[in-house]
T-cell receptor
């Protein structure tokens, strides 16, 4: 069965520091993986999607994700955190059929 | 409309009452999804519609939960005899053609349900 695991439910970074959010998926997952962001009191918004065309995918707001098949990971990074990056981030994968399975989410706190 | 619209945005009800949550997807989107977001639990899949049919209902937690979609558009999620553990944010999402391609899901802002 499909599963997506996010490591760390909370991450605290200083403004200007690297943001690294970790996501691993089960090997049964087809290579369609997504990162979504949820700002306070808002719905989820697509940050980026990986569709096997390239191992490094650039998303919105300066985020990017690198797909590593050997590690079954698709970690999300941003070189320099901004206060506006404070949000909850969800990794998701497409399982068999049309169901998108989400990880547990990682809440990012940005310190000034 | 411009985005996925959900109503009500907030609902407080008493244990044992029935509630209906409504989702109006983006015009032209054939696929519609319901998810539940509980505190600290991430997003839990409930049901998926393609047009008016629901090929995947595997996430509905009990027979108190049901959903329908009419006219290939608006969907209603009904929870009968609500329990306190039903308290959560119920998110609706739509996509152009399911996830057969690499299509993304577009989410509404959710309906926050509180069962007292």
């Amino acid at each position: 069965a499909q599963s997506v695991t996010q490591l760390g439910s909370h991450v605290s970074v200083s403004e200007g520091a690297l943001v690294l959010l970790r996501c691993n998926y089960s090997s049964s997952v087809p290579p369609y993986l997504f990162w979504y962001v949820q700002y306070p009191n808002q719905g989820l918004q697509l940050l980026l999607k990986y569709t096997s065309a390239a191992t490094l995918v650039k998303g919105i707001n300066g985020f990017e994700a690198e797909f590593k098949k050997s590690e079954t990971s698709v970690h999300l990074t941003k070189p320099s955190a901004h206060m506006s990056d404070a949000a909850e981030y969800f990794c998701a994968g497409r399982a068999a059929g049309n169901k998108l399975t989400f990880g547990g989410g990682t809440r990012v706190l940005v310190k000034p | 409309g411009a985005g996925v619209s959900q109503s009500p945005s907030n609902k407080v009800t008493e244990k044992g009452k029935d509630v209906e949550l409504r989702c109006d997807p983006i015009s032209g989107h054939t696929a519609l999804y319901w998810y539940r977001q509980s505190l600290g639990q991430g997003l839990e899949f409930l049901i998926y519609f393609q047009g008016n049919s629901a090929p995947d209902k595997s996430g509905l937690p009990s027979d108190r939960f049901s959903a329908e979609r009419t006219g290939g558009s608006v969907s209603t999620l009904t929870i009968q005899r609500t329990q306190q553990e039903d308290s959560a944010v119920y998110l609706c999402a739509s996509s152009l053609a399911g996830l057969a391609d690499t299509g993304e899901l577009f989410f509404g802002e959710g309906s926050r349900l509180t069962v007292l």
